[in-house]
């Protein structure tokens, strides 16, 4: 009989073994029931101290938040670091989200203080060439006002209390002395400089002697109104700021922490630190939150509305600009005036500042000596006959013929700079259409991205589900009180105060500006150039303004209208149809088609056919 060899078992290493399976159960025993990705979760995200966080999981009855049945890797104190934490990073993500809007706003104020400054330096640059180049006698003294009367300017445009019309009329009662003197009564400069009563009381009646007919009273009313809009346009960026800057003070109440902390870190508590809160979930959360928030809406979509058309009435059909550019005309148009009615002016003067016991005997003003080249036009009265009667009118044929007068100042942007005000505010008019409902919007943007994820299953606040199955509510503090996982009350009063002091500038602007509700938006800053821009016309290359009827060549006090350089105001109905342009030397472009032509072609080219 035969016995079969079986294997001899080392009794040690059956312990060896048994211990090592044993040692394995245990650690993934351990493994599973530790609270490993917790702590590694509250450490990297900074939550709290890591001491907080339990090695494994257990029951606490005293958790308020995160409740569960089971085990848990959270505790109490572990609940309130969360909730601090999470209405940190809730608070940093409204910031981020507001920076892009408020960059934009305080951006553009700044370019659009820089424009209007550009501008304002341009024309003061602009009427000081012309008083001295044409009006030399009075640029020593007169451009001192010329300074006060822009900077008053500047001040108003960066919002200052100053009134345009009174900066106006102070500027022609400052300089009316000046042209009484030297350019209507030379003669009597020196006396009437040596006097202060005599130079006070010219000041005191220039508004009733109106020496400069209406030119005053035009200038301060086209000024005001489109000054008017670029201080408002810059008062209305401040207000924006103003609005964007409160999100930072926003107040999240007890129960919108509570909901964000269950939102956002409950999860953790059942180990589940990867899983993302659902959708919808997300939304009741972060709109229950910023209820308060919500109720800038309506008036921000109006404020954003008046900023739109603000800034086409200011930047539409270069509005702005030529009303900076016309400043020049006025001015001169002003003192053309002053020299013509001179007679008339004089007489006035004497009967009621009596300055006429200061001229020297047989001395009298005379009026401007005015010629034409064209045998066509009537002669306008002589020096002479003028002078003969201080009070008589001139009649309106003659200062009709000073018309022509007035060549239009050709606005066109650089060839090598494109950038002007009507292209900044466009640029500025696209971006904000991005930001129309940007307080609606906000809870949508904080879900975005980290929050929320497309996965089949979600975090819905008590366990991992498919989908959020309850009602998603929409925007308002009304709606929202029937949010199911915020508790919403009455709106924060930080929120109601800046709310007031928008919808208030909102009323202020309307009433200030009745017309707005009558522009529309995209009419003109939307497209591209003008129709018939004459950006690309260059003044070499024939581009000049031309009127009607016979050309006539008139001298004023030795100025001819060829020979004048004139930036007058521009006077077209519609400012935004650019100056006719005439062409000169060109020939007709049809020119070939004439049988002549055609004939003379034929032969060269059969001559030179033959030639060759």
């Known amino acids: 009989m035969s016995r079969g ?6 009794p040690f290493d059956s312990v060896r073994f048994v211990a090592l399976v044993i040692f394995a159960a245990n650690v993934i025993d351990a493994d599973k029931h530790s609270c490993y990705e917790v702590r590694a979760a509250f450490q990297q995200r900074q939550v709290g101290p890591l001491h907080l966080v339990p090695e494994k999981p257990y029951k606490d009855a005293d958790l308020q938040i995160c409740k569960h049945q089971g085990p848990s890797c959270c505790n109490k104190k572990m609940e309130e670091s969360y909730q601090v934490a999470v209405k940190k990073e809730t608070l940093q993500k409204i910031e981020s ?10 951006a553009h104020l700044d370019a659009f ?14 009427l000081g060439s012309l008083l001295e180049g044409t009006y030399s006698s009075l640029s020593g003294q007169a451009l001192p006002h010329v300074n006060q009367l822009f900077s008053s300017l500047s001040l108003y445009l960066r919002g200052a209390n100053i009134s345009i019309e009174m ?71 401040d207000k924006g700021l103003e609005v964007i800057n409160s999100t930072e003070y926003v107040d999240l109440t007890r129960d919108c922490v509570k909901g964000l902390a269950k939102m956002v870190y409950c999860s953790h508590c059942r180990g589940l630190t990867l899983i993302k809160p659902c959708a919808g979930y997300c939304l009741n959360v972060m709109r229950g939150c910023l209820a308060s928030m919500s109720e800038l809406d309506q008036p ?7 900023l739109e058309k603000l800034t086409l009435t200011m930047a539409g059909h270069h509005n702005l600009e030529l009303a900076m550019l016309g400043v020049r005309g006025h001015v001169d148009e002003a003192l053309l005036y002053a020299q013509i009615h001179g007679p008339l002016i004089t007489a006035t003067v004497d009967k009621v500042c009596g300055l006429s016991t200061l001229e020297p005997p047989g001395m009298r003003p005379t009026s401007p000596e005015v010629t034409t080249s064209t045998t066509t036009s009537a002669s306008p009265p002589s020096s002479a006959s003028s002078s003969s009667s201080s009070s008589q009118v001139l009649p309106d044929e003659w200062l009709g ?66 989908s959020y199955t309850g009602r998603i509510i929409g925007n308002g503090l009304d709606a929202q009180r029937q949010n199911p996982e915020v508790k919403v009350r009455d709106m924060d009063p930080i929120m109601a105060e800046f709310k007031k002091r928008l919808e208030h500038f909102n009323q202020e ?30 003044d070499e290359d024939g581009c000049q303004s031309s009127g009607d009827g016979a050309e006539h060549n008139y001298v004023v006090n030795g100025r001819t209208s060829n020979g004048r350089q004139h930036g007058g105001d521009i006077t077209q109905e519609n400012p935004s149809k650019p100056p006719a342009v005439k062409v000169v030397g060109g020939s007709p472009p049809t020119s070939w088609q004439q049988p002549q032509c055609l004939a003379l072609l034929f032969a060269g080219l059969c001559l030179k056919w033959m030639l060759f």
């Open 300 to 306: 921000w979509r109006i404020y954003i509305s008046s």
């Open 167 to 237: 900066t106006v009329h102070r500027f022609f009662n400052n300089i009316f002395p000046l042209v009484y003197t030297r350019l209507i009564n030379p003669s009597i400069e020196e006396s009437v400089t040596a006097s202060s009563t005599m130079v006070d009381c010219l000041r005191m009646i220039r508004q009733d002697v109106k020496p400069f007919g209406d030119h005053p009273v035009v200038m301060a009313r086209k000024m005001a109104e489109l000054l008017e809009a670029g201080r408002q346009l810059g008062l209305a960026l």
């Open 401 to 466: 013929k000073f018309a022509h007068l007035k060549s239009p100042f050709p606005l066109k942007p650089s060839k090598n700079n494109k950038s002007n005000l009507r292209t900044l505010s466009r640029d500025f008019l696209l971006l904000l259409q991005r930001y129309k409902s940007f307080f609606t919007t906000v809870p949508e943007m904080l879900c975005e991205g980290e929050y929320v994820v497309d996965d089949s299953t979600c975090w819905g606040g008590n366990g991992v589900v498919e």
């Open 509 to 538: 602007t309307l009433e200030k500006f009745t017309n707005l509700s009558e522009i529309a938006v995209w009419e003109e800053l939307g497209s591209g150039e003008e129709q018939g821009s004459t950006a690309d016309c260059d």
């Open 5 to 10: 060899k079986c294997l001899r078992v080392n």
């Open 97 to 106: 989200h507001t920076y892009h809007l408020k960059n934009l706003l305080s």
């Open 113 to 126: 203080q820089d424009m209007f400054q550009s501008l304002l330096s341009f024309s003061q640059g602009h």
